[in-house]
């Protein structure tokens, strides 16, 4: 059974710096592009980044509104995804997910979701 568990969320005044972490099992973690994915408060759900590790190297991609001041990475011997968020704005406050893909490839496709942590940016 694939099982995606996040941590790492909490409550962060504007400019401050969380690390999330996401918990993979019940698959070969090492074979599939991983993301990051965020829903605001009364908003739809953003693709934040995306990150495949293969054989030439790994492959990082970033949206523009976080460029610059997140670093999605992972470490395949552990089964884990992360998401080092530095800079935090308020507009950065959502439920943070991270998601599955269901290959190895950059398309923004999912097949299994965790079950999100709350990050807040506030004063």
């Known amino acids: 059974e694939v099982q995606l568990v996040e941590s790492g969320g909490g409550l962060v005044q504007p400019g401050g710096s969380l690390r999330l972490s996401c918990a993979a099992s019940?698959?070969?973690?090492?074979?599939?592009?991983m993301s990051w994915l965020r829903q605001a408060p009364g908003k739809g759900l953003e693709w934040v980044s995306i990150?495949?590790?293969?054989?030439?190297?790994?492959?990082?991609n970033y949206a523009d509104s976080v460029k610059g001041r997140f670093t999605i990475s992972r470490d395949n011997a552990k089964n884990t995804l992360y998401l080092q968020m530095n800079s935090l704005k308020p507009e950065d406050t959502a439920v943070y997910y991270c998601?599955?893909?269901?290959?190895?490839?950059?398309?923004?496709?999912?097949?299994?979701w965790g079950q999100g942590t709350q990050v807040t940016v506030s004063s």
């Open positions: 990150i495949v590790s293969s054989g030439s190297g790994v492959t990082e």
């Open positions: 998601a599955k893909s269901p290959g190895q490839g950059l398309e923004l496709e999912y097949d299994y």
């Open positions: 019940g698959f070969i973690f090492s074979n599939y592009a």
